[in-house]
């Protein structure tokens, strides 16, 4: 079925630093993919989506390109801020189901 | 408001003693959620709701997990006879359509503790 594996965390980086969080999928046909966001103390948010291959979502400065020749969908900012310390979840829609499949999360703090 | 709400959003209990989470979906959005995400763990879905459909409870840990919505709206996942281990934030989504790919939109979560 399908799933996503996600880069173990924690990542810590300096602000203004370039951020890369992989993520793969393995997956029947192609399947929206999409990236939420967990701020401390808040709940999960939806921070971009792609709904066909070689779509590019992109919001806050994010961005993740759909590449289905490397069945990848990482995540990007060129240069994060403090703001953006949080938890980042890959996910996916299971196959026939009526849920999401999440990766585990990567926690990201970003130092002054 | 316009988001989904859950309450409370603490919860703590004793072992044994059954509890009940409340979630308030999008006015208007037909699918509901309940997912857990334990500590250092990724987010496990336990059931979904759509309209007046008969809701997919695959997801559900043990018989000890139950969920209800009411007149497609709110709805209520009750945990009888808590264990340890149902220590967790309780998740709510909701989705505008039945298709698995639209957006959910999440709530701030029941932080739950069973002592």
């Known amino acids: 079925g399908n799933s996503v594996t996600q880069m173990e965390g924690p990542v810590t980086l300096s602000e203004e630093a370039f951020l890369t969080i992989n993520c793969t999928y393995t997956?029947?046909?192609?399947?929206?993919l999409f990236w939420y966001v967990q701020y401390p103390g808040e709940g999960l948010q939806l921070l971009l989506k792609a709904t066909k291959a070689d779509d590019k979502g992109s919001n806050k400065g994010f961005e993740a390109t759909y590449r289905k020749e490397t069945t990848s969908f990482h995540l990007e900012k060129g240069s994060v801020q403090v703001s953006d310390s949080a938890v980042y979840f890959c996910a996916l829609p299971l196959t026939g189901a009526n849920n999401l499949f999440f990766g585990t999360g990567t926690r990201l703090t970003v130092i002054p | 408001g316009a988001g989904v709400s859950q309450s409370p959003s603490n919860k703590v209990t004793e072992k044994g003693k059954d509890v009940e989470l409340r979630c308030d979906p999008i006015s208007g959005h037909t699918a509901l959620y309940w997912y857990r995400q334990s500590l250092g763990q990724g987010l496990e879905f336990l059931i979904y709701?759509?309209?007046?459909?008969?809701?997919?409870k695959s997801g559900l840990p043990s018989d000890r997990f139950s969920a209800e919505r009411t007149g497609g709206s709110v709805s209520t996942l009750t945990i009888q006879r808590t264990q340890q281990e149902d220590s967790a934030v309780y998740l709510c989504?909701?989705?505008?359509?039945?298709?698995?790919?639209?957006?959910?939109?999440f709530g701030p979560g029941t932080r739950l503790l069973v002592l």
């Open positions: 709701f759509q309209g007046n459909s008969a809701p997919d």
């Open positions: 989504a909701s989705s505008s359509r039945r298709e698995y790919q639209e957006t959910q939109y």
């Open positions: 997956a029947t046909g192609y399947p929206s």
